[in-house]
């Protein structure tokens, strides 16, 4: 087990689809004892069996647009596991209406509540993980392709994205000082209770079909299997970066 020993706190599991499960999983797999948070208490009937499943230490609701949930949280992750060496932030949200029109019809309360949600929370939880990573340690955050090239429907997320990849350069400079390591893992499509919410998403899993150089699509278990290595001693020097794991359809331009 490569990383038999260490604690994490996996944010973002809504439930068995979900890409925080895959990598929470992973990360277990390693030896990694593995806390959890889910968003609402509407989630909490998914998430808490699954957290039993891996003998979680902890399992506890945050809605990360709620500095005392943030601080509360982190409060009893303290408590419970003392420290931690990894932090893995899959979070996004954008409300459905922005991504059925124009980019520039984005109005003033969805570009709020999206950057709030999906970047300033990954800001607000780095800051707070930093607190109680004692010995080094490794932060990851969930990013889409959508960052750097135009998906259609995507619109709001998409800047976003490219935001929250830039906090991620930003914040690898703040921690690199305590040897914590900082980066994105860029996911090709995988259907989650997320990605159904964009209403053209079967397109997009056959474009990397039809497309990327693999020709197949990936599963979560594949973003699990780059967390877990980004987290382990081969992830040591490598920071402030953004990792595709999408068959290599990112590259293909025609
Ligand atoms: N599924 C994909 O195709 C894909 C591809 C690339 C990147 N991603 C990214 O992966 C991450 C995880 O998404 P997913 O696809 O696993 O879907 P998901 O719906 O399973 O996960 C998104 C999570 O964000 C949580 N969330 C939303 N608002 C929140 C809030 N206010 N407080 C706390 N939690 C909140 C949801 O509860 C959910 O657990 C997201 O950042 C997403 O953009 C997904």
Redesign the pocket.
Known sequence: MLLKGKRALV?????E?????SIAKKLNEEGVAVAL????DN?EKRVRPLGESIDSPLIEK????NDSEIDNLFKNVKERLKSIDILIH????APLEELSKRTVDTSRSGFRTTLE??VF?FLATVKQAEKIMNNGGTVL????YGSERVIPRYNI?GIA?SALESAVRYTSIDLGEKKITVNAI??????????SGISN?RS?LEMVEEKSPLHENIT?DDVGMMATFLCGPGGRHITGSTFHVDSGVHIVGA
């Open positions: 944010m973002g599991v809504a439930n689809q979900s890409l925080a499960w948070s889910y968003a609402g989630h945050c809605n990360v647009d899959s979070i996004a949200y949600t999906s929370s955050t969930l990013t889409n997320m994205k860029s996911a090709g499509p995988v259907k989650t209770l997320s990605a998403f997009f979560g």
